[in-house]
């Protein structure tokens, strides 16, 4: 058994919360916001305390936090407090060293357009520019900020409704949804760490049936007490719904030479080779052979 560290926030400083809560609540997708003051100055900052909380309504959220150093406020906070508007420009592998650019500290007044070389373009129902380089825009009206105290590391919700969203036609694919390749999005992790959601990174996990998965519980004792198959294999087998035929399980042991091998073996050395084999299967995806293989 594992000896946990177990910390109570109430005794450990922000900066160490922080870096358990931020290292382990991740990756998060990053609201690259745009806003404006009473007077027009736009401002410009990123912001990975956000994600979406309801599709119809479409709201999402995001949080400008009270500085841990000093307890001063977010001049992104200020800004929505003043005109309740903000534009949520999503963060692709492309922009992000100039969107980490423009987190720096500027004055307030300060335009991070300009300090990070990205594009404004005008937006039509608000008045804070959308990101020309963002794959997409969502243009939201301010519906409710919620202060969640008055400390250094205190956050702030933006309770946002999202009323228009711009998509950049080159990251659909050829049935006009967004396409995770192409749109090659980045989160951040603790620390300066961030990942990009691409490539190898990316991997497909298929909703569970929806008729009902055996479940983990249900499977036979030496399968579910394995100690070759991995939580993920158990996970993938308990999704199935009905193991199959005994007729099915002879004519593919007749058809696999190396099964027919396999199954010479005695004792431990069985169960290690065939659960091995259908490991091997399950990594494939293939779920019906990985069972057959067990119940040989
Ligand atoms: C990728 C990224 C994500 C960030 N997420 C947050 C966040 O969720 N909350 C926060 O208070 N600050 C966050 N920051 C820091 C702010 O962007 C930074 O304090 C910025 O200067 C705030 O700008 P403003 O005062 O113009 O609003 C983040 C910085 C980066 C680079």
Redesign the pocket.
């Known amino acids: 058994m594992e000896t946990y560290r177990t910390y109570k926030p109430d005794e450990i400083g922000a900066a160490e919360l922080q870096n358990i809560m931020q290292g382990s609540i991740a990756p998060?997708p990053?609201c690259f916001?745009s806003?404006i003051d009473k007077a027009g100055n736009i401002?410009?900052?990123?912001?990975?305390?956000?994600n979406m909380f309801s599709t119809k309504p479409p709201i999402v959220i995001?949080?400008?936090?009270r500085?841990v150093r000093d307890n001063t406020t977010?001049?992104?906070?200020e800004?929505v407090l003043e005109v309740p508007e903000v534009c949520i420009n999503i963060?692709n592998y492309a922009m992000i060293q100039q969107?980490?650019l423009?987190?720096?500290?500027?004055a307030k007044g300060v335009n991070?357009f300009v300090k990070s070389g990205l594009t404004p373009i005008q937006s039509t129902l608000i008045q804070p520019p959308r990101v020309k380089e963002s794959p997409v825009q969502m243009e939201c009206v301010v519906n409710q900020v919620v202060q969640l105290g008055n400390t250094g590391g205190a956050?702030n919700l933006i309770i946002c409704e999202v009323k228009l969203i711009h998509v950049n036609p080159n990251i659909l694919n050829a049935v006009g949804k967004i396409d995770q390749q192409k749109i090659d999005l980045v989160a951040?992790l603790g620390g300066d760490c961030?990942v990009r959601a691409n490539g190898d990174a990316l991997f497909e996990v298929p909703k569970p049936l929806t008729t009902l998965g055996m479940g983990v519980d249900a499977l036979p004792d030496e399968i579910r007490n394995s100690k070759y198959l991995t939580g993920n294999d158990l996970g993938m087998l308990g999704n199935t719904e009905r193991l199959p035929e005994q007729t099915d399980i002879d004519v593919y042991k007749r058809m696999n030479k190396n099964l027919t091998e396999i199954l010479q073996l005695k004792g431990d050395e069985l169960v290690k080779a065939k659960h091995l084999m259908a490991q091997s299967l399950l990594i494939n995806k293939d779920v019906e052979s990985a069972w057959k293989v067990l119940l040989s």
């Open positions: 998060r990053i916001a806003t401002n410009l900052s990123p912001f990975s305390f956000f995001f949080s400008p936090a500085r977010k001049h992104s906070l800004n963060v969107v980490s423009s987190s720096t500290e500027y991070e956050g951040r961030y």
